[in-house]
């Protein structure tokens, strides 16, 4: 009967969703590939394939045992990504300046991908043990100790964006668990008084010129702003029902960079249109309001804090990338869930999504 009642409660709808931006981004890794080597172009789409295999994997391993099992091991997951993030600064293979990943034969492995999971199981375990009404201010400050190595670590790698996440999974989870207002101005003031350090000491002259860029484009319109006007030559060239699959020139004549991972939505916007791309939009936001549906019928604090910081992942990740290759906001590196080429992010966020349906399927089965 448990068991019963606990696959009634599997949410398949958001794993339906999930698999079609899944196919949507496939169809756009080809597309923006097809016209560099054949034999590089089906390597993409077959790592992409072989990626997505083990996601559902993964997927099934996570959500067969209790999440609550997670939660017990929670620091110890945070102290081996920790570990892996130092690892990877000495070991580490280097690309575009850049010492993210570890080789595995054919594969890559981005261990500061595996952090965003590690840490939402890391503060759900801290802040649930604490939390009652409101957190205090001991919860918040440990919190914070808890996500600066990590945030550190990666953002020397260099992978601003990846810590920008981290930091939106940190104030989700703080906002959702009953951060007092007092102690949430505290530290949005503390951000803002440490911006210019951040600015002279933190960024490296081209993520600089990434920010100074954004304000004015065609200042740099063969540099730093070469980027951001192709995406929105491709985006606005679009129309409504786009050129078709295959046929966007800004994409097929190669004007356009990293089409296949961080600024794959720019394909949409040209092949699909500005109907494509409110559909895809569409699938995101019944991908999050599941994920909130679930939050807010889950009796257990543990899963409302995991649920607050998968959505504040997924939500900044998707609105701060859409955003990007509208040149609304700054070139921080930023993929697409689901959609963008990269083995690494692709299985943590189908690990992601396990966890929610893992909580929603033992919300009332304790």
Not at 11 to 35: E, H, K, M, P, Q
Not at 131 to 154: N, Q
Not at 207 to 227: C, E, I, S, W
Not at 327 to 332: A, D, E, N, R
Request: with cysteine.
């Amino acid at each position: 009967m448990i068991y019963k009642q606990r696959f009634e409660n599997f949410d398949f709808t958001l794993l339906l969703v999930a698999l079609c931006i899944f196919c949507i981004g496939l169809l756009s890794i080809y597309s923006a590939t097809r016209t560099q080597e054949v034999e590089l172009s089906k390597s993409l789409v077959t790592k992409q394939l072989i990626s997505i295999v083990i996601s559902l994997v993964v997927f099934t391993i996570l959500v067969s045992f209790d999440y609550q099992k997670y939660i017990d091991f929670s620091y110890f997951i945070y102290a081996v990504s920790l570990f892996l993030l130092v690892l990877v600064l000495f070991i580490g293979r280097t690309k575009f300046g850049a010492q993210r990943w570890f080789n595995l034969g054919p594969f890559t492995f981005q261990p500061s991908e595996f952090a965003k999971l590690a840490l939402v199981i890391t503060l759900a375990s801290h802040i649930g043990k604490r939390r009652v009404y409101d957190l205090s201010l001991s919860t918040v400050i440990m919190s914070i100790l808890l996500t600066i190595p990590m945030m550190f670590l990666i953002a020397i790698e260099p992978d601003l964006g990846t810590a920008l996440v981290l930091a939106a999974i940190l104030f989700s989870m703080l906002y959702m668990g009953g951060i007092r207002l007092k102690h949430l101005v505290s530290i949005m003031l503390t951000g803002l008084v440490s911006l210019p350090i951040f600015w002279h000491y933190a960024l490296r002259d081209y993520q600089k010129q990434r920010l100074l860029v954004f304000l004015n484009p065609n200042a740099d319109p063969l540099g730093a702003g070469y980027t951001i006007i192709q995406s929105k030559i491709a985006i606005g060239s679009g129309w409504v029902f786009g050129k078709g699959w295959l046929a966007g020139t800004q994409n097929q004549l190669n004007f356009l960079p990293e089409r296949h991972s961080d600024f794959i939505f720019s394909i949409i916007g040209e092949e699909w249109g500005f109907l494509g791309s409110a559909i895809l939009v569409l699938l995101y936001f019944i991908l999050i309001k599941h994920a909130l549906s679930i939050y807010s019928r889950t009796n257990d604090s543990y899963g409302q804090l995991m649920v607050s910081g998968i959505v504040g992942m997924l939500a900044f990740q998707i609105v701060v990338n859409i955003a990007m290759t509208l040149g609304l906001m700054p070139v921080v590196g930023i993929p697409l869930p689901l959609m963008s080429y990269g083995g690494s992010s692709l299985i943590i966020t189908m690990s992601s999504i396990a966890l929610l349906i893992n909580i929603g399927m033992r919300r009332t089965v304790f």
